[in-house]
């Protein structure tokens, strides 16, 4: 693992990671659904033949080339997925798949993607009880379905992650969750905090202080092995730092879910999982739509442009509003506060509440000493 500082430096020419929206396509009908996917492709998505020069323009970053994550809507809803695959494998880039629940997700399928080199795949489960998922899906029985393919995943050896929404019903079974992948032999869990944006509405949220207590929560997490990664909350790197610097936290709700936790695996493994990985929205992540559309994640709909018309490379590289975004020029408490280089805020968060990409993160609950020393002077 490269450190902090050169990831830094690396993240300002090369995304670590690059989201294709493959498609709208998706069976399901999430509640939290980002894409707001639909039953049918729309007009305008990336051919066969735009699919491999975009395979082409994540090579141009050069090596070591970013991650392509294929998603959707489902990725399985695209009849040539296998053959961009193919195409990516030719060229050297790393491919994992995010594909939905449902009936296009079998043991063949594993098979075929475990064959064609899929790197890993993800697996969406949003609560410890089938009720808490299942209403979260949309599906009935979906919580069933989606413990089966994890297993099928684990079986075939094709590397999965477990991806979890924390919403207002999951908050409370976050231990549980992590029991379960323990169960199930899964040692990457990556936890979405919820944005308003698609089909997630604000009632589905938590409170700041909620967020503080389960951030700070999945840092205990990380003393059971578990490699825990969070998408909108960077501020976990936060968390974690300050643990590591010996900083306890004190909180009802989280001395509950660590009770929990410990309850059901027992006293801690190891210590605090002192790995950073300073990405966030438009650095080191950048995420093109099912058009073509460039964004600076695909929970931050501003648009910087489109790989039909322009290099990939040149929109992560160029782009006036990323640009500002990696040098760190925030609003707010964002804007002054100690772990900007490392945390940064959500940026699509502050779109969602402020239109502003640049302000500060409405979910994080820390004062930077710089404004605390303020407020006493």
């Not at 590397?159 to 199930?184: C, F, G, I, M, Y």
């Not at 950048?286 to 695909?298: E, K, R, Y």
């Not at 820390?366 to 020393?373: D, E, G, I, L, M």
């Amino acid at each position: 693992m490269r450190s902090v500082e050169e990831l830094i430096k690396r993240f300002h020419q090369a995304p670590l990671l690059v989201f294709w929206e493959s498609t709208k396509a998706c069976p399901l009908a999430c509640k939290h659904c980002r894409a707001d996917a639909i039953l049918k492709p729309l007009p305008g998505e990336l051919t066969t033949q735009e699919g491999k020069r975009l395979i082409e323009q994540v090579a141009e970053f050069g090596d070591p080339k970013p991650l392509l994550i294929i998603t959707g809507g489902d990725p399985l809803m695209r009849a040539d997925l296998f053959e961009l695959v193919d195409y990516a494998n030719s060229l050297a880039v790393p491919v994992s798949l995010a594909p939905a629940v449902s009936p296009n997700l079998n043991a063949e399928v594993m098979k075929e993607m475990k064959n064609s080199g899929v790197k890993s795949i993800s697996i969406s489960l949003d609560g410890a009880a089938p009720e808490t998922h299942d209403e979260l899906r949309g599906v009935p029985g979906s919580y069933r379905e989606t413990i089966n393919a994890i297993k099928t995943a684990v079986e075939i050896g094709l590397p999965v992650q477990v991806n979890t929404v924390v919403w207002r019903k999951s908050l409370h079974e976050l231990p549980d969750v992590a029991h379960l992948l323990k169960q199930l032999g899964v040692r990457v869990w990556e936890v979405f905090f919820l944005i308003v944006t698609g089909r997630a509405r604000e009632e589905l949220d938590i409170t700041p202080e909620q967020y503080e207590a389960a951030v700070q929560f999945l840092v205990d997490v990380s003393t059971y092995g578990f490699q825990v990664r969070t998408v909108e909350a960077p501020f976990y790197r936060r968390a974690k730092m300050q643990r590591l610097k010996g900083a306890r936290y004190e909180d009802p709700l989280y001395q509950k879910l660590v009770e929990r936790l410990r309850s059901l695996l027992g006293p801690p493994t190891r210590g605090v999982d002192p790995t950073v990985v300073p990405t966030r929205d438009g650095f080191g992540i950048i995420f093109v739509a099912h058009d073509g559309t460039v964004h600076p994640s695909g929970f931050l709909p501003y648009p910087l442009g489109n790989v039909r018309r322009q290099s990939l490379a040149k929109i992560y590289r160029e782009h006036p509003l990323l640009l500002k975004m990696r040098r760190g020029e925030f609003g707010g408490r964002c804007g002054v506060c100690e772990y900007r280089d490392i945390c940064g805020g959500s940026r699509a968060r502050a779109y969602a509440y402020y239109k502003d990409p640049l302000a500060e993160d409405p979910a994080c609950i820390y004062k930077p000493a710089t404004q605390t020393r303020a407020a006493i002077y």
